[in-house]
Nanobody, 117 residues
Framework: QVQLVESGGGLVRAGGSLRLSCAAS????????VGWYRQTPGKQRELVAL???????NYADSVKARFTISRDNAKNTVALQMNSLQPEDTAVYFC???????????WGQGTQVTVSS
């Protein structure tokens, strides 16, 4: 079983920065894919950034050059540095993990990010 706990959300003005962090516990491998999704009311959850099992990174086009995902395998954490935030980045952000062995997916409880104009 895997547990994911996010922290770091909050309220920020447009142009500001926030850093989200996710701590993972349980049966975790360094080859598991980890990342961040976000969701706004009435919309589907969408990928923001992902570190794949091979260590490569994927970003949504809307956040490229503004957001940076990083992973610390020794601490079982994944962070999302968000710069130049815009009101359209307002959403609940969810930490995500997909196991390499079984492709089972896990989600955190979500953290709210609100960007005011």
């Amino acid at each position: 079983q895997v547990q994911l706990v996010e922290s770091g959300g909050g309220l920020v003005r447009a142009g500001g920065s926030l850093r989200l962090s996710c701590a993972a516990s349980g049966s975790i491998s360094s080859t598991d894919a980890v990342g961040w999704y976000r969701q706004t009311p009435g919309k589907q959850r969408e990928l923001v950034a992902l570190v794949t099992h091979s260590g490569s990174t994927n970003y949504a086009d809307s956040v490229k050059a503004r957001f940076t995902i990083s992973r610390d395998n020794a601490k079982n954490t994944v962070a999302l540095q968000m710069n130049s935030l815009q009101p359209e980045d307002t959403a609940v952000y969810f930490c995500y993990l997909r196991t390499w062995r079984t492709s089972r997916e896990y989600w955190g409880q979500g953290t709210q990010v609100t960007v005011s104009s």
